[in-house]
């Protein structure tokens, strides 16, 4: 049986549609993913996203030496409250995962790992863990909750504490806050504004129905997805994954090539790769005639195949359809993608499809 959040039963008094997605019953929509969507974008949706994996390390010194190696980005450039996300490659330099680490000071760090991909993260993670003596906690015990939209700060004012909101205004994107036994952090993953909120499981019904009652609407894994892809957000295991490095994936922004001694795995890898010419870019498609883009669909220069389409939708806000697709370095401004037998013609442009 796959498994549940603690806000399963909401869902279902909500008329969600639940479906399976990386073992997990979960919300596709509660009735109208395009109207989410809009939500979304024009004021404020709530997303239960309990099924993410929160790992905690509690010791601060070691953990930060542990992360420098195991993350390609670099934890260095943390500070107490900021976040950072990186890809946690292999030897080959391909993505395990994506993930977002947390620099909580004296409380030590807090990665947030996806759920399809918790079980090999883990038996990744736990081994190298070992070797550096760092000590770590899966905090099941929490739930996650995601208010996205431009009217999603304006929201937690009849929600939480009059200082929490304080604090939660006064940070910046990419900033978490602890409050009163909450953790808030200035992050999502829709392109918009808002916050993750991590409560204990205990609480998390009562903070679900307070955002409800505030005028946040519910949102599901379908308004989830277009949204991110409008926001050129990579998913995993479409857009990355282990036989893919974050030089090919539209990531290579996210590895910290300075200082040049630090090591970290995949490193030696990602420089072969890059000194030797990355053979292919992640790149966005904006289709110009009529139809709807998805992943695995061809892309072609005239008679010459490039690539492949990563991830696709129709886009509620540009009402196109688009894409992200990998294809080989040089790609003009114009391409068709096969689509049902049928080559269309799309546009190349550079993500996010739609600016926050």
């Not at 997990?24 to 099924?51: I, T």
């Not at 004012?157 to 009059?162: E, F, I, M, S, T």
């Not at 999502?188 to 808002?194: M, Q």
């Not at 892309?299 to 490039?306: P, Q, R, S």
Request: proline letters at 4%; hydrophobic letters at 45%; charged letters at 20%.
């Amino acid at each position: 049986m796959a498994k549940r959040t603690p806000l399963y039963d909401r869902h279902l008094a909500q008329g969600a549609k639940m479906v399976d997605f990386g073992g997990w019953d979960m919300p596709l929509h509660y009735g109208s993913q395009l109207q989410e969507h809009h939500q979304v974008r024009n004021a404020a949706g709530l997303f239960d996203v309990s099924h993410m994996t929160i790992v905690d390390f509690p010791d601060p010194a070691p953990t930060r030496i542990f992360l420098r190696y195991l993350l390609a980005n670099d934890v260095a450039r943390l500070y107490p409250g900021k976040a950072l996300y990186t890809c946690l490659l292999n030897e080959a330099g391909g993505v395990i995962d994506d993930l977002i680490v947390y620099d909580r000071g004296e409380s030590g760090y807090r990665l947030v790992l996806n759920a399809a991909t918790r079980d090999k993260d883990l038996a990744w993670i736990a081994p190298i863990a070992a070797r550096f003596n760092v000590v770590w906690q899966e905090r099941d015990d929490l739930a996650m909750l995601a208010v996205q939209g431009p009217e999603a700060l304006a929201k937690l004012d009849a929600v939480l504490d009059a200082d929490t909101v304080a604090a939660v205004r006064a940070s910046r994107r990419f900033h978490a806050v602890e409050s009163h036994g909450l953790f808030i952090a200035r992050t999502g993953y829709t392109g918009e504004d808002g916050v993750e909120i991590l409560p204990l499981i205990a609480e998390a019904c009562a903070l679900w129905d307070r955002l409800l009652a505030s005028g946040v609407a519910p949102c599901g894994l379908g308004a989830r997805d277009t949204l991110r892809l409008e926001a050129g957000m990579n998913l995993y295991g479409n857009d990355m994954d282990e036989t893919t490095t974050p030089l090919v994936s539209g990531l290579g922004w996210t590895v910290a090539w300075q200082p040049a001694d630090r090591d970290f795995i995949g490193r030696a890898a990602l420089e072969q790769q890059r000194a030797a010419g990355v053979p292919q870019t992640l790149i966005g498609l904006v289709l110009e005639e009529r139809g709807v883009l998805r992943s695995h669909q061809t892309v072609y220069d005239g008679d010459c195949e490039i690539g492949v389409t990563t991830s696709g939708a129709f886009s509620p806000t540009m009402n196109r359809g688009i894409a992200l697709a990998r294809v080989t370095v040089g790609v003009s401004d114009r391409c068709q993608v096969d689509v049902r037998g049928k080559r269309l013609s799309a546009r190349v442009v550079k993500p996010p499809f739609v600016a926050r």
